[in-house]
């Protein structure tokens, strides 16, 4: 093989570095109202890290850097928050949340109807990040998410929170295959 003409030109992937956790001021790029499985109201809020932000342009980046043809706007600057609690029916705390968030960031009242979404194009809001254990194609590992909306008055000296810890289910097999048994399981073994 010959060396390519642009080899020398050509940076290296310094491999990828995730948010910060803590407190970051963000920039709402889009709010989109829709509908979750179960047909109840929901908005998606796609945001970024501010220009005051110790990660300025974060998301950005990566979705300008993203090659596929079918990209999206990357996942860890998108919350999605249901308008209902799912048990209770009434006004979700996630959505009372953002909205208080916003207005106090802003110094101003949300505007409910039919504009409702277009408000919050370019608005500041605070943001806590931490780290949130997840399971993708079988693979157990921790990603900083954004954890809760806040004031932007809020964001410097926010407590990083807890880590969130996926269910460990008792009688899942485990890595090495093998079920775990109950003490006192073992005349249930049809071959003991």
């Given at each position: 093989?010959?060396?390519?003409?642009?080899?020398?030109?050509?940076?290296?992937?310094?491999?990828?570095?995730?948010?910060?956790v803590?407190?970051?001021?963000?920039t709402?790029?889009?709010?989109?109202?829709?509908?979750?499985?179960?047909?109840?109201?929901?908005?998606?809020?796609?945001?970024?890290?501010?220009?005051?932000?110790?990660?300025?342009?974060?998301?950005?980046?990566?979705?300008?850097?993203?090659?596929?043809?079918?990209?999206?706007?990357?996942?860890?600057?998108?919350?999605?928050?249901?308008?209902?609690?799912?048990?209770?029916?009434?006004?979700?705390?996630?959505?009372?949340?953002?909205?208080?968030?916003y207005?106090k960031?802003?110094?101003?009242?949300?505007?409910w109807?039919?504009?409702?979404?277009?408000?919050?194009?370019?608005?500041?809001?605070?943001g806590?990040?931490?780290?949130v254990?997840?399971e993708?194609?079988?693979?157990?590992?921790?990603?900083?998410?954004?954890?809760?909306?806040c004031?932007?008055?809020?964001v410097?000296?926010?407590?990083?929170?807890?880590?969130?810890?996926?269910?460990?289910?008792?009688?899942?097999?485990?890595?090495?295959g093998?079920?775990?048994?109950?003490?006192?399981g073992?005349?249930e073994?049809?071959?003991?």
């Amino acid at each position: 093989m010959q060396k390519p003409e642009s080899y020398d030109d050509v940076q290296i992937n310094k491999g990828y570095t995730p948010p910060q956790v803590g407190g970051h001021y963000l920039t709402i790029k889009q709010v989109v109202e829709t509908k979750n499985k179960n047909n109840k109201d929901m908005i998606v809020v796609l945001f970024d890290f501010d220009k005051n932000d110790v990660q300025p342009g974060f998301f950005t980046k990566e979705f300008k850097d993203d090659v596929r043809p079918d990209k999206k706007w990357p996942y860890l600057g998108t919350e999605y928050i249901n308008c209902e609690d799912q048990t209770t029916g009434q006004c979700s705390k996630r959505l009372k949340s953002f909205i208080t968030a916003y207005e106090k960031s802003n110094n101003c009242e949300a505007v409910w109807g039919d504009k409702f979404a277009a408000q919050f194009k370019n608005k500041k809001i605070g943001g806590v990040f931490g780290e949130v254990e997840n399971e993708y194609n079988g693979k157990i590992s921790m990603r900083h998410k954004l954890r809760w909306f806040c004031e932007t008055s809020r964001v410097d000296g926010a407590t990083v929170p807890d880590p969130v810890y996926l269910p460990k289910n008792e009688t899942a097999k485990k890595d090495d295959g093998f079920m775990n048994i109950p003490e006192g399981g073992e005349e249930e073994i049809p071959w003991g």
